[in-house]
């Protein structure tokens, strides 16, 4: 995985747990793409500053992933419910009464619903 | 929800974040359920220190959850997921082609790591 994919990842989980410096820092080199030097002259520090607080932010994040796990285990979530789906998408592919149908469909939303509770 | 099994769940998603102290006496005291006074007699600490350690703990989860809700969503994927093991039963129930019987078993399977997941 690129590494500010990843970073943007543990953002997600681990956020609220960051001071409001290091999140606002984060959002914008992460989030909205600024340059170091961008975001240096909008919060008038240097260049080394910024960098020094994301890279800090980025430990931050690594350390609360080492204790709980979080982005792994939800990789693992979303690699069980993509082979759900496909599984599913395999049912119904022999043919079932309408009432099955149904069923099924019910399922398959239910699996797409804890998708987006995992993000 | 009890406060103490509440605080055991929390532990459960959480305890990796608390002071190793905080650790250990959440585990005796939730866990093993020792005594406030078991506790102090042990570690040489007065009642109230033991007390206010399992207070900050209490609280410090408590923040955690605030923040992170991770027992909040583990209780709707729990609840997303009894409702789909209910509806896979369904499906079983109407009559299906072996190879069908099959799948559902797969889905089944998949659907219960799905929960050892979340633990």
Do not use: C, W
């Amino acid at each position: 995985m690129d590494a500010r994919v990843r970073t943007g990842l543990l953002y997600d989980f681990y956020g609220p747990l960051l001071t409001e410096r290091q999140r606002r820092f984060v959002e914008l080199y992460f989030g909205e793409d600024l340059s170091l030097g961008e975001i240096a002259a909008e919060f008038r520090v240097s260049r080394q500053a910024v960098h020094d607080i994301l890279h800090r932010s980025e430990m931050a994040l690594e350390a609360f992933e080492a204790k709980l796990g979080l982005l792994k285990a939800y990789q693992r979530r979303e690699a069980l419910r993509g082979r759900l789906l496909e599984l599913l998408e395999r049912l119904k592919a022999e043919g079932l009464t309408p009432a099955q149908e149904e069923t099924v469909k019910e399922i398959t939303a239910l699996v797409e619903a804890m998708g987006r509770e995992g993000d």
